[in-house]
């Protein structure tokens, strides 16, 4: 085989319940992850013979805001690659091309999306034959949202976010994505979740997942899941960027069964009833300022798998 092309899905957040900070500088999370038809594409081929002596991993990424995601060893998809050969104990070549739909820096976890997708590409690239838990393990070290893009469907990550539990959900959910101009840092929001939490004095609770939310997903109720959307990132990524709250209620006032802010922003999801629901909706969100274009996507959907 001299080129694997894998297709991987963007996330939504909903239910995002932060706990302190630990020592290590993550958050104890209840995180449920719910995967969602905005989908990246990783390409692993075979470099050509005459290309010799380059760098062992090269990547290129094409598509939706292309010129933010780095081009380097600091590419997330580059870091898994060489995670993974190194794992498998070789030392190993590859192309990755990334054609990107899913927002950089959006609060979709695209980063992770593209390291799953290096993972399984990979994987079957250079035949190692890894099953899906070991590329999880080497998924987890990269960043906190990569075993659920490998996993997809809709499950609760507990940890900070990693250990993941598959949960029972019937039905389809559709949904509208408002995509901001710019992406907001997750170490940033984080931060500023604990500033605002030290403001505000207390403690804060542990994490736990909430009932309503989980029984609205097994019955496939819209309404009911609408009204159990939470995360507790989200007075931070509002106090980062204050013209996201315009957003969120533009699709409340068009009449979306749920509004919040995706993970830790700046993207926007709102939850609809039905697919031409969502349309109607995306049409109404797109006029808020700080919205640069609204897309529809339903879920959940399977994680990253190969294409074709
Ligand atoms: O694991 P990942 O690289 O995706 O996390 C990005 C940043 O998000 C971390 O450096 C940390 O600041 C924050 N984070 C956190 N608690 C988590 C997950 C992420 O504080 N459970």
Redesign the pocket.
Known sequence: MSAVTVRVPAKVNLQLAVGPLRED?????VNVFHAVSLFDEVTASEPADGDAGEAPLRVRVEGESAGEVPAGDDNLAVRAARALARWAGRSYRADLLIRKSIPVAGGMAGG?ADAAAALVACNELWGLGLPLGDLMEIGADI???VPFALLGGTAVGTG??ERLTPLPTSGVFHWVFALAGGGLS??RV?GECDRLREEAGGPVPRPTASDDLLAALRKGDPHALGRALTNDLQPAALELRPALAATLDAGRVAGALGALVSGSGPTCAFLAESAEHAAALAKSIEVADDCRSAVTASGPVPGASVAG
Do not use: A, E, V
């Open positions: 500088g993550y958050h104890d999370l992770s960043g906190s949202d900070r976010g997750t170490p984080y």
